[in-house]
């Protein structure tokens, strides 16, 4: 006689393989909670995150210094700073605007360095020049045209434009408009009021439409 012996799967214990995924298919998320696992981060999982990121800080540094000569190892310390305080980032989902305070925190600590505020400029002073004087007081404040902003010679024009921009001015404007920092979170990084932060986009925001009206004009 023979028996049937019924089989349950799960009494069965087979090792079977198990697919590893390549670091380049994980999220974002899961590349920051593996570096968030042990006490210090997995160091393939962060090399892939600098991997996607390294364009995002490189781009916020140029805006805000364009003239810089070391703004590689300005670079360098803040994914430094990145890897260390990885674990205290308590939302892997926010980690871009994370990145991004950290940076702008860390050029103006070293802009302090710098001294490059050694001749604050005034916002209700005029600027006086061997011709005449010029005043930043312009009378209006309108938005920069959308409908231009879709061609590669605008934008051209534009980083040329907020790249000559006084040293204060581009700060606050790339933190607000590139970044898109609130206006208190701003106050908070240059650590001057909020009444100050307004006044300075709004200025920035001006100067901008003087410099970019002569291309503005060649366009209609």
């Known amino acids: 006689m023979v028996l049937s012996v019924p089989l349950s799967w799960s009494n069965l214990s087979i090792p079977f393989p198990q697919q590893r995924v390549k670091i380049e298919q994980l999220s ?8 968030q696992e042990g006490k210090q981060p997995d160091r393939v999982a962060f090399a892939e995150l600098l991997r996607r990121y390294q364009g ?13 000569q070391d703004r590689g190892d300005l670079a360098q310390e803040i994914w430094i700073k990145v890897y260390r305080k990885i674990n205290t980032l308590q939302d892997p989902t926010k980690f871009k605007g994370w990145l991004g305070r950290i940076t702008t925190n860390l050029f103006y600590d070293q802009l302090r360095k710098k001294k490059r505020f050694a001749t604050p400029i005034s916002l209700d002073a005029s600027i006086t020049t061997d011709d005449d004087e010029f005043s930043w007081e312009l009378p209006s404040d309108l938005p920069l045209p959308e409908e231009n902003l879709t061609t590669v010679e605008f934008y051209d024009q534009l980083r040329d434009a907020i790249a000559s921009l006084p040293d204060t001015f581009r700060t606050t404007i790339v933190l607000r408009e590139i970044q898109g920092l609130s206006y208190e979170e701003i106050a908070e990084i240059t650590q001057v009021s909020l009444g100050t932060v307004k006044s300075r986009i709004a200025r920035a925001r001006n100067r901008l439409q003087l410099l970019l009206k002569p291309y503005l004009d060649n366009q209609v």
Request: charged share 25%; proline share 5%; with cysteine.
């Open 56 to 68: 995002y800080v490189d781009k916020i540094l140029y805006n805000l210094a364009p003239d810089w």
């Open 28 to 35: 974002n998320t899961d590349l920051i909670l593996r570096c």
